[in-house]
Every structure is written in C-alpha cells, then in structure tokens.
C-alpha cells in the first residue's frame, strides 16, 4: 500500500479509504449495502491488514448506524486508534427539527459530540462538512470548525461536494481570518465522469487541496457488471438507485475500452477503473466500499495495476470531457505564452 499526504499537511493516508456506507443498511441506505456488525468486522480488518488506514463515514449513513458499527469493528478488532485516520461529515438532517440539520453553531456542535460517542473515540482526524448549506454565513462554519480543531476534538477539517467557487471562497475567507482550512475535498470522480477536471482540478493542484474520490465506479457501472449489452444484474445497486448521475452511452464507450484491456491485462474492469484515478496526480485517496470480501479482495488488488502511455491514452481519449468556455479560449489565448 502506498501512503500520499493528504493535501498541506503531514498526514499520510492510504491511497485506498475504506468506506463504510455499506454499514447497518437502514432507510435510503439499504440499496448500498445491510452489513451486520460481524461482517463490517471481517471487511475492516482485511482492509487494514492489506495496508489501509484510511477509514470514511459520515453521521447520515443509516442515520448513525454506520458510525456506530464502525467504532464497535475498531474496538473488536483491537485496532490501535491512534494508527487510524478516521474521517466522518456533518450537514445532513438528523432529526425533524429546524436545526437538526445544515452547518449552523448549533448544529455541528450538536453532531460532533454524536459522532464523537458513536464512533467511541475521543477526536475525529477529518471532519467534512458534507456538503454547502446557503443559509448558514460561511464564516459561522468555518469558526465553529476551528474552534473543533483549537478544542483537539478535530485534528483537521475538510469539505465535500462544493463547487470551486464555494471552496475558494471558503479558503480566502479561513487565510484572511487565520482560520483552520480544508485541507481536503471529497468529491465524485470517475472514469464515466470526469467535469471535475474543468474547474475544480486546477483548483485543488494549484491550491494544494487532497482529493478524496467518492464512487470511483460509477455506482458499479464500471464493476464490470454492466455492458453495452447486460444493463447489470436484477437487484444490483444500479437497479434499484440510479445515482450518481453519468450519461451511460459514455459509459458504455469507455467500457468498451476498459473490458478488452482488463482481459489483456488478466484483472478486472474495476481495477482498471481505479488504478486509472490512483494515476491522477490530484487524487489523494480512493473510497472504495464494498459489500462482499470478494470484493474489497479484487478492488485491493487495483494498487498493483499499471498503465502503458499508450494504454492510458486510450483511457483517457474514449473518457475526456467536451471542452466548454472558458476552457477553450483559455487555452486558445494562452498559445503565445508557452515555454
């Protein structure tokens, strides 16, 4: 396993984070995965003997259950806590009251605690907000945020699922008031889904933010289940939620690309899918959550995979996204100042 520092930091993390939605299964959640104490047991601890040290959850997976079961799988396995990286999030309902939800003082003071008691540890290493709320003043978040980090309940803050200009902003406004920064964005990125790369890639490399990459299958449309001609298996995670968003007739070019070559190479579709993100100089981590051992076996081995220029080009061809302004004119207007 290799280890990258998760963005202006000194922190190591694995390229593979093991992500824990797939914990308890209750409400919304059932569709992603209904693992059972014993099972989140087995799988976390071939993830950590396989070299992860990088666990993700969020307080709205199975409306903390998933927290709950993560922080039981630690203490049963007799994981030494301070050889994790444990990232949770904040924002979602959690309650039907009017503030049981959004970034306000209020709330994440509330939900720090519940997440700190779930997951049974006495600080979180990356807390996330986990997505933007446009009601509470951005400069509420980030103090309360830094006040978490001044308290040692949070040793780092991150954000997830912004646009550029919200990240931007929320960076220049921490500098300009000797805040705590995110020091990470998790967001979604794949092969079948690559706009990341228009705004927000050229934001976190010049910036020095991590990438954390949420559903690098595609919501299992590059497991290899799914072809131009097999829509994937009755009761597959595709079947019953169609998310996230991807125009599957791309989908299918690139998988018409991504299956020869996974032959030729003798892995799977999925370890290509993955190795193809962990070659990004911009990603930090990859979220892989997984259901099965089987699973979790094959997407390990994605770290061992390796890419011809020839071979990445064909990727990266049948994948780019169309240029839009003002990428294009950007890059028109930039042909007489080149090295």
């Not at 690309?257 to 190795?275: I, M, N, R």
């Amino acid at each position: 396993m290799k280890y990258n520092l998760l963005g202006q930091t000194g922190l190591k993390v694995s390229q593979l984070c093991f992500g824990t939605m797939t914990f308890g299964g209750q409400g919304i959640f059932e569709a992603v995965g209904t693992l059972d104490q014993a099972a989140a047991d087995a799988l976390l601890k071939s993830a950590v003997d396989a070299g992860i040290n990088f666990i993700d959850t969020a307080n709205m997976y199975s409306a903390g259950l998933s927290e709950q079961i993560t922080g039981q799988a630690i203490r049963n396995l007799g994981l030494s806590r301070d050889a994790l990286v444990i990232a949770t999030k904040v924002r979602s309902a959690m309650g039907t009251g009017p503030n049981d939800l959004g970034l306000s003082r209020k709330h994440i003071m509330q939900e720090v605690e519940a997440s700190l008691r779930r997951l049974n540890t006495d600080y979180i290493d990356l807390y996330q907000i986990h997505a933007f709320d446009p009601l509470t003043p951005l400069d509420e978040t980030l103090r309360v945020l830094d006040d978490l980090v001044r308290s040692g309940k949070v040793r780092y803050i991150g954000a997830s699922n912004l646009a550029a200009w919200q990240l931007m902003k929320a960076l220049a406004n921490s500098e300009r008031q000797r805040l705590e920064k995110f020091i990470s964005l998790q967001s979604y990125y794949s092969l079948a889904s690559r706009e990341l790369e228009r705004e927000l890639v050229p934001l976190l490399l010049d910036q020095q933010v991590g990438l954390m990459v949420w559903s690098p299958l595609a919501g299992g449309l590059l497991s290899g289940k799914f072809t131009r001609h097999q829509q994937g298996p009755a009761g597959s995670r595709r079947d019953t939620v169609d998310f996230p968003m991807v125009d599957r007739e791309r989908a299918f070019a690139i998988l018409d690309v991504l299956a020869p070559l996974a032959e030729a190479k003798g892995a799977s579709v999925a370890q290509l899918a993955l190795a193809w993100l962990l070659q990004q100089p911009v990603v930090s981590s990859v979220i892989i959550g997984v259901n099965k051992a089987a699973q979790l076996a094959d997407n390990l081995k994605a770290i061992e995979v390796t890419f011809t220029p020839d071979e990445l080009e064909q990727l990266n061809a049948v994948s780019r996204p169309a240029v839009e302004y003002p990428g294009w004119m950007m890059d028109y207007s930039s042909l007489d100042r080149q090295l």
